[in-house]
């Protein structure tokens, strides 16, 4: 009989993308597997349809009514493993109560939770690595093989997905390359400033005739509006128009994209796209845009990086310059 494994990493966007690379490793190790990835329902539609998962199981709100209602799911599915690359607490109780023998993480684990589990196994963030190879590794612990060289975020995306995101981008002027630009973040210390995104859009457009587009969620659409004002040229706001899926077709489509450290980020470097990432506050070795196809820009500040969500001084961010952004984008539309 197939193994029943269920994989935990419900949140948040960011840290999906840094997962895929493990949960396409379990596929290829236990090929005969019926795989199981439980996720919040906003960020779903990434996992649905993908060749490496056989269930997409939607974890549905907070609090003890929709945690029990999960669990009940998940004691139906006859788990025989969990897989949790969460490593908190809510995590660690969902994998117990799964009725799962086997019960596995990294060995940073958090809140306690490290009671919950059997095995905690593969590398540690303390060691260094990236989030990447932390959740990677966990994966190569329970098949018994050495971590490949080559570990991939990639997604697919829907051909549906991809022409409404042609029929959004035919809004775009100019003639040169497709630049997207994600200019916000969770956390008011990683974004870089409206008047920053908007100086390095202009030198786009001045030196390279770029097509110019923003993206973003709905409660974005006023900064990057904003954005737009300070510009000397014209832009596409699509903030608010797509949903995950099409953001993702958008940012498959684009020559060059340029962010902040958020899960907009991610999702481009999982796309193939050419990544530029502006970081201050949070440390890309560990949490960066993963591939060859991404590049970080910071100017480290002597308390960097100190992972604090506000910052009245954010000298990390501000020593950052447009012109330094733009030069190593231009290094990416190269490469």
Request: glycine content about 8%.
């Amino acid at each position: 009989m197939a193994l029943n494994i269920l994989v935990v990493k419900y949140s948040s966007l960011g840290d999906i993308i840094n997962a895929v690379p493990a949960v396409k490793l379990l596929r290829e190790g236990l090929p005969e597997a019926r795989i199981h990835w439980l996720i919040n329902q906003a960020y779903a539609p990434l996992i649905e349809g993908v060749a490496f998962v056989d269930e997409v199981i939607v974890a549905q709100g907070r609090g003890l009514g929709p945690t029990l209602r999960v669990i009940k799911v998940l004691r139906s599915r006859r788990i025989d493993m969990v897989v949790d690359l969460q490593g908190l607490l809510k995590s660690a109780v969902i994998g117990y109560f799964s009725g799962a023998k086997r019960r596995v993480s990294f060995p940073y684990t958090r809140e306690g939770s490290a009671i919950f589990y059997n095995e905690k196994i593969g590398a540690s963030r303390s060691d260094g690595v990236h989030a990447v190879v932390e959740n990677a590794s966990v994966v190569a612990g329970i098949l018994g093989i050495e971590l490949p060289v080559k570990l991939s975020t990639e997604l697919p995306v829907s051909q549906a997905a991809t022409g409404q995101a042609e029929g959004l981008l035919k809004e775009a002027v100019g003639s040169g390359p497709l630049l997207v630009l994600s200019p916000t973040s969770r956390w008011d210390s990683k974004m870089w400033g409206a008047a920053s995104f908007a100086t390095l859009a202009d030198i786009f457009i001045e030196q390279n005739n770029a097509k110019v587009v923003f993206t973003g969620t709905p409660g974005d659409l006023q900064y990057i509006k904003g954005i737009i004002k300070k510009m000397k040229h014209k832009a596409l706001n699509l903030a608010g128009k797509t949903d995950i899926a099409q953001l993702a077709a958008v940012f498959r489509a684009a020559d060059i994209y340029i962010g902040c450290d958020s899960g907009a980020t991610h999702i481009a470097a999982s796309q193939g796209t050419a990544v530029v990432a502006v970081f201050g506050p949070t440390d890309p070795a560990y949490t960066g845009p993963y591939g060859d196809n991404a590049e970080v820009v910071s100017m480290k500040a002597s308390c960097s990086p100190c992972r604090k969500r506000e910052c009245k001084d954010m000298r990390c961010m501000h020593r950052v310059t447009p012109d330094m952004v733009y030069k190593a984008a231009v290094r990416r539309l190269g490469s």
